[in-house]
Structures are given as C-alpha cells and as structure tokens.
C-alpha cells in the first residue's frame, strides 16, 4: 500500500515538473513584461545604475578576496544582471560576485599557477549545473532545512575570515600566507613593516565609509508646502542619498586621484592594483587541462583537487540567494519562486564559465541598494551590466590607480554587516553551547565552518 503510494506521488510529481505550464514558468519575464509602464523606466534607470556604482568597486575588491586578478570581478559582475532579467522572480536581486562566494573560491578554486581562473571558472560550470538541475527537479525546498542559526554562524565566520585577510592590505603587509591561522600570525608579527601611507589612505576610506554609511539617518524632507526652500531639501537630499548609496565607488574614486596626484608628481609609496587587462573577456568553453612547469593537470586531477568545492559552493550560493530573496520579497510584498531562483542562479553560473566568470549568487548589500533606491522590475540590472561592460571597455586603464588599501576598506565594510554576535545569546539560550558557536567562528576553512555550525545544531 505504501509502495503504491510513493509510486502515485512519484508520478504526480513528474507530471507536474515536466508539464507545459512548468515551461512556461521558467521565464518569469513573460509575465511582468506584458504589465511593463513607462513610468516603472525611472526607477529601474536609477536603481541600475546606483548599483552599477557599488559593484564596479565591490567586484575589484572580491577578486583579490578570491585570489584573482582584478579583472574576474567585473567578468563576474555583469552577465548576471542579465540572465535575472529574463529568468529570475525578484525584482530587487542583482546576481554577482559576493564576499561568500569569494572566500570559497579562495579555498576550492585556486589553480597551481598564480593568478590563474581555471577551477574557479569550472566551479562555475559544474556549479551551475547542478543548481539548473535542482531546479529542474523542483527541489527547492530543502534549503528549507538548513537552519537559520547553522546559516548565520557560517556567514559571521565567513565574513571574520574575509575581514581579517584585508588587514594586510590595509597595513600594505607583502608575503603573508594565505590560511587563516598562519595569515593571522605573520600580520600580527609584521605589524612593525607596515607601510604607513598604505595604511593612512585605508583608514582615511574606512573613516569615510563609515561617516558615510552613519549619514543614512540624515532626514532633508520636504516642507508640507511646496515652497523654494522645501524643493531645495528636497534636491539637497536625492544628492546626499545619492552620495551615501554609492559610497564605494566615491571612496574608490578619491584614493585613486589621490595616488595619481602623487605619481604624477615622481611620488609612489602606495600598494596598488597593477595592471589590469581592458575589454571584455573572450566567449569560449572553460578548459578542462592545464599545463604547469612541463605537468598537465587532466580534467581527473583538476576534479580530484576541487572535490567538495563541486557540492559545498553550489548549495551554499542558493542558500545565500533564497535567504535574501525571502527577506526582500517579505519587505515588498510579493513572492518568489525557489525553483525557478536556483534556474536563474545556475543558468547565470553557466553562461558566466564561457565569460571567464566565477560563480555568483544574490548579494546582500546591493539587493539592499536595489530595493532603496526604487528598482520596479528586474529590468534595472540591464543598466548594471552596461555600467560595468562601459568599465570594462573604457576604464580598466585607470584602475590600476586603486590602492589596495581602499579596496580592504571597501571589502571589510561590506562584511561588516554579515557578523551577527547576537547569535551568541541566542545560542547559549538554547543550551547549543557556547565551544561549538566559538569553534564556528574561529574555523580557518569554510567545510570546518559549516561542518562544526552543523553540528552545533546536532
């Protein structure tokens, strides 16, 4: 009886995943493009355009986070934006490279070769697949068992760990190992080499950001009569909030007029960026060989070396995603579907793989951007993804004027608001016990991380 029950219910389920109208679903676009207004193009212009801002500067700083050249941020930055436009049920998330995703990458996809994106590019791929699969097979509901504590214990000591490896580049520290506990050592004991002009610009831009980010509260409505002075409050703040909303790129900018100013005149005590190749990356299939001092690492070995980074960075990216498109979606007032979220996400990582592109996932602090500054549609992140293809074209030769330092002062800002102590009281409320909370925080690798959260709920 309760053989032919799972069968009747395995059946239902099939129709129901490979029926016409599951189809039809996979392309949300064609359901709010048909109610599209023009009064709706402001908003969306605006809103794409302020988070083009936040990602140009965000994604240069989480390639270093990712041990890649600058240039793979912006590859990561823009396809996204793109494919959610057409797949994707939220209307405030923007799909890109965020500080969780990079951290991961650090630890599962980093190449022999110095510098090189082959098995982040492949995490990418192979990543996309399975949450294409996923979603497919309409399994979206078992992110619903991964709890939010074990959720927000990862994310506190992902961002400590991402957090704590900007601190050489904010003391314009060289030479220091890139695991946690060794990284924590060798900065601590080469404090006295810092390079105080390294350090002087990355306070000043985290001194800035954070005076920034505190001027959110600032009120300049408009008088209830619409008089001159009310226009002018009025005016005065759409400038403020426009100032405080894309910060990064502000803060960004200042350090790097500061460090032309002081090359142009013979001057260069400053840690930088270096060079960064211009254009657009080349469309083609990502490599599964690589050759490195006369050995060529088979797809098997590349596969054996990534290992648990092919499940680990998939699910986690559709956890990070779901949780922020719940979270907005409650905000507004709409729904979104699961399913056709890991679609959109893992369509994004695939296509992303022939842009040399690691994967990306929603990110927090941009969706909050999206949402603040007024976005309608999904159509938003067309202006995003031009913002950042125009940078790619027009300004890579003026990035290699970024400082180091700002972009760590960009970064640990970002994950700033990713660490959650409160989670502590909560935990020791409910007797999970306080040794399995620290060992979550003070982990050095990401499956210890989420292995020793697991368990702490266990």
């Not at 797809?299 to 499940?311: L, M, P, V």
């Not at 507004?332 to 579907?337: P, R, V």
């Not at 293809?389 to 290699?400: A, E, G, K, M």
């Not at 925080?441 to 709920?457: K, R």
């Amino acid at each position: 009886m309760e053989n032919g029950s799972w069968r009747i219910e395995f059946r239902r389920h099939c129709n129901q995943v490979f029926s016409l109208e599951t189809l039809r679903n996979l392309f949300p676009v064609a359901k709010w493009l048909p109610k599209y207004r023009v009064n709706y193009l402001q908003g969306d212009i605006i809103a794409g355009l302020t988070v083009g801002l936040t990602v140009i500067p965000q994604g240069l700083a989480l390639a270093h986070v990712a041990r890649l050249p600058p240039q793979y941020g912006l590859y990561t930055s823009f396809l996204g934006c793109f494919v959610y436009v057409f797949l994707g049920t939220s209307k405030d998330i923007t799909l890109g490279p965020t500080a969780i995703m990079s951290l991961l990458i650090s630890q599962f996809g980093q190449s022999p070769i110095p510098g090189d994106a082959t098995y982040a590019i492949i995490l990418s791929l192979i990543g996309g697949i399975v949450q294409l699969v996923m979603g497919i097979l309409q399994i979206g509901f078992l992110i619903n068992y991964i709890s939010h504590p074990v959720i927000n214990s990862f994310t506190t000591a992902a961002a400590i760990t991402i957090a704590e490896g900007q601190f050489k580049n904010l003391l314009g520290l060289h030479d220091i190992p890139r695991d946690f506990l060794n990284e924590l050592y060798w900065t601590l004991r080469k404090i006295p080499e810092t390079n105080l002009w390294d350090l002087m610009i990355g306070l000043a831009c985290l001194f800035l950001l954070i005076c920034l980010k505190l001027a959110r509260n600032l009120s300049f409505g408009a008088d209830e009569h619409e008089t001159s002075f009310g226009r002018l409050k009025r005016i005065a703040g759409y400038a403020v909030w426009l100032v405080i909303t894309g910060r990064n790129a502000l803060v960004v900018l200042i350090a790097a007029v500061t460090v032309g100013i002081c090359q142009s005149k013979g001057f260069q005590p400053f840690t930088t960026a270096g060079d960064i190749t211009p254009g657009l990356p080349r469309f083609h299939p990502p490599a599964f060989e690589l050759t490195y001092h006369n050995h060529t690492y088979t797809a098997k070995e590349i596969s054996s070396q990534i290992g648990a980074g092919f499940a680990i960075i998939p699910i986690l990216g559709l956890v990070e995603a779901m949780a922020i498109g719940k979270v907005f979606a409650k905000r507004n007032g709409y729904t979104i579907d699961p399913n056709q979220e890991f679609i959109a996400v893992g369509v994004s990582n695939i296509l992303g793989s022939f842009l040399s592109a690691f994967p990306v996932t929603g990110s927090f602090s941009r969706t909050a951007v999206n949402s603040a500054s007024g976005v309608r549609t999904p159509a938003g992140g067309i202006c995003t993804g031009l913002l950042v293809i125009l940078s790619l074209l027009f300004l890579t030769p003026y990035f290699t004027l970024i400082p180091n330092a700002a972009l760590a002062a960009v970064i640990i800002m970002a994950v700033s608001d990713m660490v959650d102590f409160s989670l502590l009281k909560k935990l020791w409320q409910v007797k999970l016990g306080y040794s399995d909370w620290n060992w979550c925080i003070i982990a050095h690798d990401p499956v210890s991380m989420g292995t020793s959260c697991y368990h702490g709920q266990h």
